[in-house]
């Protein structure tokens, strides 16, 4: 068993730690303050190659494998959960779905632009009547001649402000219950697909979620991802996917909160002496870095699992369920020991503190994860 | 046109750690990075490459695990790198180190060599211009800007008031300050090819046809370090605007009489 990163995850490290620190950190708070991302950031990104970093070069991707995408959403997240999310949705969402589904067309069409960073994507899925209940779902798909039209709506679909590629799920056949839903790639300009403003939110403010409304938009046959009724399939699999890089946005969270707080308590003097004198806060920091090595480890299981090409669906949930939980304690006592300042917005802990509560809601909530994991377990 | 970069790996600090004893670097759990100059010398080379079109080498000589910088020399979009590494080569000062530099150089039949102005461990500014010496090639010091004609460059070499422009024919050598380029960062690819990469190492058997072995390693290295010291912060200086002649004069008479230089 090996427990540190080889050469080439240390050098891919090292980038996304230094352009996280020099490009990112210096934006984090303004972009929260305005709900909105930095299109020159997203450029900057994609010209470094970070949004295809575990896809084959045969499509345009970095080549690189899924532990350098956590490392890089780890980095990115220990000073913006906002990029991490803008990052995670458009890789190990919507070209997974592509990546993994995609015919050789579809791929090459499709997948290609957006692994190159050319083009951005979002995953459509989730519904108001239709979170944890994915089959819940009322968006349908009608064939109709060589189209499928689309009508219903999404909410909380993460990119869809600047997204080129929407991979949207519909129901094709109603009988059939999760069988019935179906994936299409839908693109950006298709008549009758809208997208609404930015939907206010606690945390990741600088990432763009709104609602997306497909209203008779005709999408063609060839735009079908896989086969019909294999919508939730495909779902499944990419939110597998998906919670490696929301375990890794939370270890990141955490480590970048709990950095600051090292950082401030050396600094910080009450009682004439600097409060990381104070055993209480020694004691704090070591819990919560034992907190965050133990997710970090869980996380990285997860994704060098799925390097491996074995089972990960379990890994996943677990890394995602845990790290969540100390993202959000551990950003939760970053802001304690900060005092005041912690409260303050001058400061990036509160931020953080409220960016981390989402890890534990999206791509499934812990309490879905639990039932991931002990379902895995043949526990029902 | 080609292009050789020389770059040093150095401990990540300013604030270097000496072994009392022998006056070297204790270099143990402090991480290794590209020498900042160093790291500006690959940005103007890359962006030549990016403008003119070149081929880019970078050459970094030290222990087998310099071959780290090498490989995010690649990652940032160099086309080759050289390892120079041997046993014979250990305990190479600066005079020692630029004849072994300039060995290997010489098999290159480069059009350009770029180095760093000077490695943040030794502050020495010295390797690149006894490179040049070693070829007898011109050298440029200090350059801000590197612009590449067809049969040469033209420098802005900076200076502490003033700039020059100054051209030299190839080949030639220029040293570059980190302070004036911000260097790419690598790319994710970049550094996935860079771990395919072959990196050649070469030794004292590759290079002793052009190289004196009474003038490499310890033995041939004349320098003897006497005590080493972490560099002191130069002062910003006072600028005295709007005043005549007259007045200029008085104020800085006054100010030194005030210091005790007069």
């Given amino acids: 068993?090996?427990?540190?990163?080889?050469?080439?995850?240390?050098?891919?490290?090292?980038?996304?730690?230094?352009?996280?620190?020099?490009?990112?950190?210096?934006?984090?708070?303004?972009?929260?303050?305005?709900?909105?991302?930095?299109?020159?950031?997203?450029?900057?990104?994609?010209?470094?190659?970070?949004?295809?970093?575990?896809?084959?070069?045969?499509?345009?991707?970095?080549?690189?494998?899924?532990?350098?995408?956590?490392?890089?959403?780890?980095?990115?997240?220990?000073?913006?959960?906002?990029?991490?999310?803008?990052?995670?949705?458009?890789?190990?969402?919507?070209?997974?779905?592509?990546?993994?589904?995609?015919?050789?067309?579809?791929?090459?069409?499709?997948?290609?632009?957006?692994?190159?960073?050319?083009?951005?994507?979002?995953?459509?899925?989730?519904?108001?009547?239709?979170?944890?209940?994915?089959?819940?779902?009322?968006?349908?798909?009608?064939?109709?001649?060589?189209?499928?039209?689309?009508?219903?709506?999404?909410?909380?679909?993460?990119?869809?402000?600047?997204?080129?590629?929407?991979?949207?799920?519909?129901?094709?056949?109603?009988?059939?219950?999760?069988?019935?839903?179906?994936?299409?790639?839908?693109?950006?300009?298709?008549?009758?697909?809208?997208?609404?403003?930015?939907?206010?939110?606690?945390?990741?403010?600088?990432?763009?979620?709104?609602?997306?409304?497909?209203?008779?938009?005709?999408?063609?046959?060839?735009?079908?991802?896989?086969?019909?009724?294999?919508?939730?399939?495909?779902?499944?699999?990419?939110?597998?996917?998906?919670?490696?890089?929301?375990?890794?946005?939370?270890?990141?969270?955490?480590?970048?909160?709990?950095?600051?707080?090292?950082?401030?308590?050396?600094?910080r003097k009450q009682f004439g002496k600097p409060i990381s004198a104070f055993q209480n806060t020694q004691f704090k920091i070591a819990e919560m870095q034992t907190q965050v090595d133990a997710a970090r480890l869980l996380t990285y299981r997860a994704a060098a699992a799925k390097d491996a090409g074995q089972p990960y669906g379990s890994h996943a949930a677990m890394a995602k369920l845990f790290a969540s939980d100390v993202a959000c304690q551990v950003t939760r006592g970053a802001v304690q020991l900060f005092g005041g300042y912690g409260y303050a917005r001058e400061y990036p802990v509160e931020r953080m503190m409220r960016d981390a509560k989402i890890t534990e809601i999206y791509e499934g909530t812990s309490e879905v994860m639990k039932m991931v994991i002990a379902g895995a377990m043949k526990v029902k | 046109m080609k292009i050789a970069v020389c770059i040093k790996q150095v401990p990540d600090t300013t604030e270097v750690r000496l072994d009392p004893k022998t006056n070297t670097l204790i270099r143990d759990g402090v991480p290794s990075i590209i020498n900042p100059d160093d790291k500006a010398a690959l940005e103007a080379a890359l962006r030549i490459k990016d403008g003119a079109g070149a081929s880019v080498t970078a050459i970094c000589m030290g222990p087998p695990q310099a071959d780290v910088a090498l490989r995010e020399a690649l990652a940032m979009g160099c086309d080759n790198a050289i390892l120079l590494s041997a046993r014979e080569f250990g305990g190479s000062d600066t005079y020692a180190t630029a004849t072994i530099l300039a060995a290997a150089l010489k098999k290159g039949d480069y059009d350009l060599i770029i180095a760093g102005r000077q490695a943040i461990d030794g502050d020495t500014a010295q390797v690149g211009p006894q490179v040049a010496e070693r070829l007898g090639i011109p050298q440029i010091s200090y350059a801000e800007e590197i612009r590449a004609e067809a049969d040469g460059v033209v420098v802005k070499r900076q200076y502490e008031d003033c700039y020059h422009l100054i051209e030299a024919k190839f080949p030639c050598l220029v040293t570059v300050l980190a302070e004036a380029v911000q260097p790419r960062h690598m790319t994710v690819r970049g550094t996935v090819e860079a771990y395919a990469a072959d990196i050649p190492v070469l030794g004292f058997e590759d290079l002793k046809d052009g190289l004196n072995p009474d003038w490499i390693g310890l033995k041939g290295s004349p320098t003897n370090v006497v005590k080493s010291f972490a560099k002191q912060l130069k002062g910003q200086g006072i600028r005295l605007a709007g005043l005549s002649e007259d007045e200029a004069v008085n104020t800085i008479v006054q100010k030194l009489d005030e210091l005790c230089i007069i």
């Fill in chain 1, 1 to 267: 068993m090996e427990f540190t990163l080889s050469k080439q995850h240390q050098l891919q490290q090292q980038l996304y730690r230094s352009f996280a620190q020099a490009e990112i950190k210096p934006l984090a708070r303004d972009m929260d303050e305005a709900e909105e991302y930095s299109p020159q950031l997203l450029q900057k990104m994609q010209q470094a190659g970070f949004f295809g970093i575990p896809y084959s070069t045969v499509y345009g991707g970095a080549g690189a494998d899924n532990l350098s995408y956590v490392l890089c959403m780890e980095e990115v997240s220990k000073v913006d959960g906002s990029t991490g999310i803008t990052i995670s949705v458009h890789t190990s969402l919507c070209c997974h779905c592509l990546n993994e589904f995609g015919s050789e067309e579809q791929k090459q069409k499709h997948l290609r632009p957006l692994v190159n960073g050319s083009k951005f994507g979002c995953f459509s899925l989730t519904e108001p009547g239709a979170g944890s209940d994915v089959a819940a779902g009322q968006t349908t798909a009608v064939l109709d001649g060589d189209d499928y039209v689309l009508n219903g709506s999404k909410v909380f679909t993460t990119n869809s402000g600047f997204a080129d590629v929407f991979v949207a799920f519909a129901v094709t056949d109603r009988e059939k219950g999760a069988r019935g839903m179906s994936a299409f790639i839908v693109e950006k300009g298709m008549p009758g697909l809208s997208v609404s403003a930015n939907i206010p939110r606690m945390g990741i403010r600088a990432a763009s979620n709104c609602v997306v409304t497909y209203d008779g938009v005709r999408v063609p046959k060839e735009n079908l991802l896989s086969r019909e009724g294999d919508g939730f399939k495909i779902a499944m699999k990419a939110l597998d996917a998906g919670r490696i890089g929301i375990a890794a946005q939370a270890v990141g969270l955490a480590q970048g909160a709990l950095d600051e707080a090292v950082k401030y308590v050396k600094e």
